[in-house]
């Protein structure tokens, strides 16, 4: 397993743009696929984006494909989701997670999760 730390979130308008980070500890930080989860309040945790372990292949939910990037740094132990368009119904708790057996939307399938960051967008 490796520990994650979660950072960036905020409240920003509607429209705006917010990037969140992810920073992992541990030299095996590569050999995970990660992803990001939100929960927002009153409903299930869901699937936001998912990255391989060499960057090259990402999944997004229809919800925030072409608004929402992943990427990682793998020298920098980092991933990071850059969110563009927001919308009011963005409004979660964002949380990265790591996987070790690759890209997936699946929650269960993650071994290892952040505290989560908290984005609020206004209308």
């Known amino acids: 397993q490796v520990q994650l730390v979660e950072s960036g979130g905020g409240l920003v308008q509607a429209g705006g743009s917010l990037r969140l980070s992810c920073a992992a500890s541990?030299?095996?930080?590569?050999?995970?696929?990660m992803g990001w989860f939100r929960q927002a309040p009153g409903k299930d945790r869901e699937f936001v984006a998912a990255?391989?372990?060499?960057?090259?292949?990402?999944s997004y939910a229809d919800t925030v494909k072409d608004r929402f990037t992943i990427s990682r740094d793998n020298a920098k132990n980092t991933i990071y989701l850059q969110m563009n368009s927001l919308k009011p119904e963005d409004t979660a708790v964002y949380y990265c997670?790591?996987?070790?057996?690759?890209?997936?939307?699946?929650?269960?399938?993650?071994?290892?999760w952040g505290q989560g960051t908290r984005v609020t967008v206004s209308s």
């Open positions: 541990g030299r095996t930080f590569s050999s995970y696929a």
């Open positions: 990255i391989s372990r060499s960057g090259i292949w990402t």
């Open positions: 997670a790591a996987n070790p057996s690759g890209v997936s939307d699946n929650a269960p399938s993650y071994d290892s």
